[in-house]
């Protein structure tokens, strides 16, 4: 059984940072791909970063400059660091990973920028 945990998310004030982690464990023989994305209540979920297996990195245009995403291949662990942050960066956040038998996916960690 393949488990996602992410961690990192909170509250923080317009401009600030934060560095959300999700933890990959269990049973997985090779990672395609990692990224994470975002929803809104009432939003469709939409990608906000990917890493690929390569090392190969692309950001959805809102986020370009502001995140970063890399990751700790002996750890099975990718992290999303985020700076600048906006009040429309406002969402729960979810981490995934594809891999050869499918794509599994974390519970979300709410991430919420305000004053």
């Known amino acids: 059984q393949v488990q996602l945990v992410e961690s990192g998310g909170g509250l923080v004030q317009p401009g600030g940072s934060l560095r959300l982690s999700c933890a990959v464990s269990?049973?997985?023989?090779?990672?395609?791909?990692m990224g994470w994305h975002r929803q809104d209540p009432g939003k469709q979920r939409e990608l906000v970063a990917v890493?690929?297996?390569?090392?190969?990195?692309n950001y959805a245009d809102s986020v370009k400059g502001r995140f970063t995403i890399s990751r700790d291949s002996a750890k099975n662990t990718v992290y999303l660091q985020m700076n600048s942050l906006k009040p429309e960066d406002t969402a729960v956040y979810y981490c995934s990973v594809r891999t050869g038998a499918g794509t599994y996916w974390g519970q979300g960690t709410q991430v919420t920028v305000s004053s």
């Open positions: 890493i690929i297996r390569s090392g190969f990195t």
């Open positions: 269990g049973s997985i023989f090779s990672i395609d791909a």
